[in-house]
């Protein structure tokens, strides 16, 4: 089996632009190049990775609550089938565009092969500033988006999630729509559902809880003690609400949460349970956003969300956008530990600072890999007519994320590398495997088999 040459490497990544200049998903297959060059795979499974299987932008007319009509720009991406049906969520956002989507897209692909979930990676997404929208008109959006696209998803092609301003009640929706396009009632169509409407129990705070075990199974090796040890999160939404409010429990000092309006911090560890009830607080649009800010939390000191970012704790957890810890600031950064509940939040740059500075990262692709893998169980339930407990679900959970987290951080050991690039290794051995069970050309030219 050849290991990937050099050369083809370079033709395939570089074409003499630095980094940063190039497109996001360029930026993100670079991690992919650097994992390539520790496994031995062959060629043409990285060959596939560099090309999204499919792609799909689409104009969604929705007509504003006052009578006038406005055209969103929507997209979905099938980044690669090679494992599975493509799987991953849809994010509402302003800065939401194609390039993104597309990286976005292959680290669904990287996610559910480190997790071992027989699926693809898929994104997309609208670029809107739902804020902005009342409830009636997202979830007009939201049917139209799904009108749009009904052709190219489905519970064997694509299945989407709840991501960024995306959550269950949207799902529903979403659910809802296609089951009228395809004339069936179709659950396992779409994950992240409300339980009434075929949702699994534990899936909206699975993210946060993968994460949780992350943190759990490093504790064991480091011996930390909850009371002495110090987390920050920044992005306080569903993933990192849910974090915070499990690490509370755990007797963790969460000394420092922020959200898009800034950032609270309190030496002495902050009362969780009282900072998501104030943040959450303005009921009327709870039910689609909490509209709250942390901010209003009164017994804690106000922090721009950069400094959240430098404060001197043992634990960061980054959970909101991508692309937060930069080559500007992870020279500053003091945390020991970084866990990714976000997609994308580190910069390849800021990484290599990072890794000169001891800073161990917990990455994306495994750290908030708890929601793909409770969407998971989701889809199975839909398609067997199950309904599993929150506890079995918990359980599941709890147990797959630690096997990965093993292998990952067993092979980061054995190679000398990051704990990202062994997460990489990982998944493309499984992808590699899956390319070279379809034929190569090594065995189509006479080859045995390589
Ligand atoms: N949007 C989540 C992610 O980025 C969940 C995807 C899913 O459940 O399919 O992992």
Same mark, same amino acid.
């Given at each position: 089996m050849?290991?990937?040459?050099?050369?083809?490497?370079?033709?395939?990544?570089?074409?003499?632009?630095?980094?940063?200049?190039?497109?996001?998903?360029?930026?993100?297959?670079?991690?992919?190049?650097?994992?390539?060059?520790?496994?031995?795979?062959?060629?043409?499974?990285?060959?596939?990775?560099?090309?999204?299987?499919?792609?799909?932008?689409?104009?969604?007319?929705?007509?504003?609550?006052?009578?006038?009509?406005?055209?969103?720009?929507?997209?979905?991406?099938?980044?690669?089938?090679l494992l599975g049906p493509c799987k991953g969520g849809l994010r509402y956002h302003p800065d939401v565009d194609l390039e993104e989507v597309k990286a976005l897209a292959f680290w669904m692909t990287c996610k559910c092969a480190v997790m071992d979930l027989p699926y693809g990676g898929a994104k997309g997404g609208v670029t809107v500033d739902p804020r902005k929208l009342s409830m009636m008109e997202i979830e007009r959006l939201s049917r139209g988006l799904i009108r749009q696209i009904a052709d190219f998803i489905g519970p064997e092609v694509d299945i989407p999630a709840p991501d960024v301003y995306t959550n269950e009640r949207i799902m529903g929706w979403m659910m809802d729509e296609y089951s009228q396009v395809v004339r069936r009632r179709t659950p396992a169509v779409i994950t992240g559902k409300p339980v009434a409407l075929g949702g699994s129990l534990g899936r909206s705070t699975a993210t946060g809880r993968g994460g949780w075990v992350c943190l759990r199974e490093l504790g064991k090796e480091y011996d930390w003690?909850?009371? @002495?040890? +110090?987390?920050? /999160?920044?992005?306080?939404?569903?993933?990192?609400? $849910?974090? %915070?409010?499990?690490?509370?429990?755990?007797?963790?000092?969460?000394?420092?949460?922020?959200?898009?309006?800034?950032?609270?911090?309190?030496?002495?560890?902050?009362?969780?349970?009282?900072?998501?009830?104030?943040?959450?607080?303005?009921?009327?649009?709870?039910?689609?956003?909490?509209?709250?800010?942390?901010?209003?939390?009164?017994?804690?000191?106000?922090?721009?969300?950069?400094?959240?970012?430098?404060?001197?704790?043992?634990?960061?957890?980054?959970?909101?956008?991508?692309?937060?810890?930069?080559?500007?600031?992870?020279?500053?950064? @003091?945390? +020991?530990?970084? /866990?990714?509940?976000?997609?994308?939040?580190?910069? $390849?740059? %800021?990484?290599?600072i990072l890794t000169d500075n001891d800073v161990l990262v917990i990455p994306d692709i495994l750290a908030n890999a708890g929601g793909v893998t409770v969407s998971y169980f989701e889809w199975v339930q839909n398609r067997r007519g199950e309904q599993w407990s929150e506890s079995e679900v918990h359980e599941r959970l709890d147990k797959r994320m630690a096997a990965q987290f093993g292998k990952v951080m067993a092979l980061a050991d054995e190679h000398k590398v990051s704990a990202r690039l062994a997460a990489y290794m990982l998944a493309l051995k499984r992808l590699g495997a899956a390319a070279e069970a379809l034929g190569t050309a090594h065995e189509f030219n006479g080859g045995s088999g390589g």
């Amino acid at each position: 089996m050849p290991l990937m040459s050099n050369a083809l490497l370079y033709r395939l990544i570089t074409s003499g632009e630095p980094l940063m200049s190039k497109s996001a998903f360029k930026r993100a297959l670079a991690r992919l190049d650097q994992a390539a060059e520790h496994v031995e795979i062959p060629e043409e499974t990285f060959i596939r990775l560099h090309h999204p299987r499919a792609v799909l932008s689409v104009a969604v007319p929705v007509r504003r609550d006052d009578g006038s009509l406005e055209i969103f720009t929507g997209y979905r991406v099938h980044h690669s089938d090679l494992l599975g049906p493509c799987k991953g969520g849809l994010r509402y956002h302003p800065d939401v565009d194609l390039e993104e989507v597309k990286a976005l897209a292959f680290w669904m692909t990287c996610k559910c092969a480190v997790m071992d979930l027989p699926y693809g990676g898929a994104k997309g997404g609208v670029t809107v500033d739902p804020r902005k929208l009342s409830m009636m008109e997202i979830e007009r959006l939201s049917r139209g988006l799904i009108r749009q696209i009904a052709d190219f998803i489905g519970p064997e092609v694509d299945i989407p999630a709840p991501d960024v301003y995306t959550n269950e009640r949207i799902m529903g929706w979403m659910m809802d729509e296609y089951s009228q396009v395809v004339r069936r009632r179709t659950p396992a169509v779409i994950t992240g559902k409300p339980v009434a409407l075929g949702g699994s129990l534990g899936r909206s705070t699975a993210t946060g809880r993968g994460g949780w075990v992350c943190l759990r199974e490093l504790g064991k090796e480091y011996d930390w003690q909850p009371e @002495k040890t +110090r987390i920050a /999160i920044q992005g306080f939404g569903n993933a990192g609400q $849910a974090i %915070a409010r499990l690490l509370h429990e755990d007797g963790f000092r969460v000394v420092a949460v922020s959200d898009s309006k800034g950032a609270i911090f309190n030496d002495d560890g902050l009362d969780i349970p009282s900072v998501i009830e104030h943040k959450n607080r303005h009921s009327e649009l709870e039910a689609v956003y909490c509209d709250g800010s942390v901010c209003e939390t009164h017994d804690a000191e106000q922090l721009s969300n950069e400094e959240l970012l430098e404060l001197g704790v043992d634990v960061l957890v980054p959970a909101a956008m991508d692309d937060v810890i930069t080559a500007d600031n992870a020279s500053k950064i @003091k945390a +020991r530990v970084i /866990i990714e509940l976000a997609n994308g939040p580190t910069t $390849a740059e %800021a990484d290599d600072i990072l890794t000169d500075n001891d800073v161990l990262v917990i990455p994306d692709i495994l750290a908030n890999a708890g929601g793909v893998t409770v969407s998971y169980f989701e889809w199975v339930q839909n398609r067997r007519g199950e309904q599993w407990s929150e506890s079995e679900v918990h359980e599941r959970l709890d147990k797959r994320m630690a096997a990965q987290f093993g292998k990952v951080m067993a092979l980061a050991d054995e190679h000398k590398v990051s704990a990202r690039l062994a997460a990489y290794m990982l998944a493309l051995k499984r992808l590699g495997a899956a390319a070279e069970a379809l034929g190569t050309a090594h065995e189509f030219n006479g080859g045995s088999g390589g």
